[in-house]
């Protein structure tokens, strides 16, 4: 069964860092390019980053680049997300997500449960 | 960054009817790069279609997905009381964005 796990959320106060996992299970991790997408409370969704499969090619919305840095462990068969400088606007429901097909942007086949992190102090 | 606008923002429906729900974009979506999602409260997005017309592994024949270029429409020929929930459009023919989705609702 695919399944991804995300672990790593929180309270942090603003301009603090939190580090996101994500864990793969069911499929071979290095083959796909992952993603992550965040929707903040009562909002819609937001793709944050995404990752190619070898590591090799990152990519980040405009919203995060500079605070944010997404990076893959392939012996680990897990997903990160680094995120330094938080603000309040980051406050969201993080989920992790594989992409579908070999594309590096592509559509998000197997999604994980999430993870909640709140920025406040 | 290619902007998607879905229409309308709430669908009032009774189970059993038709569902009409649709995704223009600011710019052309190349290679009819156009998925949909499909939300629950409290759920993460469930993937429904790709390709703008292609369903994903397990999603009932009643949901169909069409278009071109700017303009992407997902069907839900007769509403199942499972089915009332938010819908995502989201394009990766480059930089992936969102819909701002629209909720379809019990009437």
């Known amino acids: 069964d695919v399944q991804l796990l995300e672990s790593g959320g929180g309270l942090v106060q603003p301009g603090g860092s939190l580090r996101l996992s994500c864990a793969a299970s069911g499929f071979t991790f290095s083959d796909y390019a992952m993603s992550w997408v965040r929707q903040a409370p009562g909002k819609g969704l937001e793709w944050v980053a995404a990752?190619?499969?070898?590591?090799?090619?990152?990519y980040y919305a405009d919203s995060v680049k500079g605070r944010f840095t997404i990076s893959r462990d392939s012996s680990k068969n897990t997903l990160y997300l680094q995120m330094n400088s938080l603000r309040a606007e980051d406050t969201a429901v993080y989920y992790c997500?594989?992409?579908?097909?070999?594309?590096?942007?592509?559509?998000?086949?197997?999604w994980g449960k999430g993870t909640t992190v709140t920025v406040s102090s | 960054e290619i902007v998607l606008t879905q229409s309308p923002g709430t669908l009032s429906l009774s189970p059993g009817e038709r569902a009409t729900l649709s995704c223009r974009a600011s710019?052309?979506?190349?290679?009819?790069?156009l998925a949909w999602y499909q939300q629950k409260p409290g759920q993460a997005p469930r993937l429904l279609i790709y390709g703008a017309s292609s369903r994903a592994t397990g999603i009932p024949d009643r949901f169909s997905g069409s278009g071109s270029g700017t303009d992407f429409t997902l069907t839900i020929s007769r509403l199942e009381p499972e089915d009332f929930a938010v819908y995502y459009c989201?394009?990766?023919?480059?930089?992936?964005?969102f819909g701002q989705g629209t909720k379809v609702e019990i009437k």
């Open positions: 710019q052309s979506v190349s290679s009819s790069s």
């Open positions: 990752i190619s499969g070898s590591g090799g090619t990152t």
């Open positions: 989201q394009q990766y023919g480059s930089s992936p964005t």
């Open positions: 997500a594989k992409n579908g097909g070999l594309r590096f942007f592509g559509y998000m086949d197997v």
